[in-house]
């Protein structure tokens, strides 16, 4: 089983930037990647970007794309996100979690950071 923990979160006014952190332990093995996913009040938890830990596939989702980007450190078992010219409409909580096989579910959710972003 993997185990995640974000980090990174925070109050950052419109147009800034934050770096999210999702650190991974446990079998990171068996894993093939890594997502990062948002939930703001009242929301539908929405899918933000996905790396492999091979680094070949990223994927964002259609709000986030230009703006964030997803890395990995491999030997340091993290994913990174680091989001830029950010919206008061990117306030959420964001989670990070694992993705088992290409095109598959996500699991082993962390339990989340919060980002606000102020007008």
């Known amino acids: 089983q993997v185990h995640l923990v974000e980090s990174g979160g925070g109050l950052v006014q419109a147009g800034g930037s934050l770096r999210l952190s999702c650190a991974a332990s446990?079998?990171?093995?068996?894993?093939?990647?890594i997502g990062w996913f948002r939930q703001a009040p009242g929301k539908e938890r929405d899918f933000v970007a996905v790396?492999?830990?091979?680094?070949?596939?990223?994927y964002y989702g259609d709000s986030v794309k230009g703006r964030f980007t997803i890395s990995r450190d491999n030997a340091k078992n993290t994913v990174y996100l680091q989001m830029n010219s950010l919206k008061p409409e990117d306030t959420a909580v964001y989670y990070c979690a694992e993705q088992k096989a290409s095109g598959g579910s996500f699991g082993s959710w962390g339990q989340g950071t919060q980002v606000t972003v102020s007008s």
């Open positions: 790396i492999s830990w091979s680094g070949g596939s990223i």
């Open positions: 446990g079998r990171t093995f068996s894993s093939y990647g």
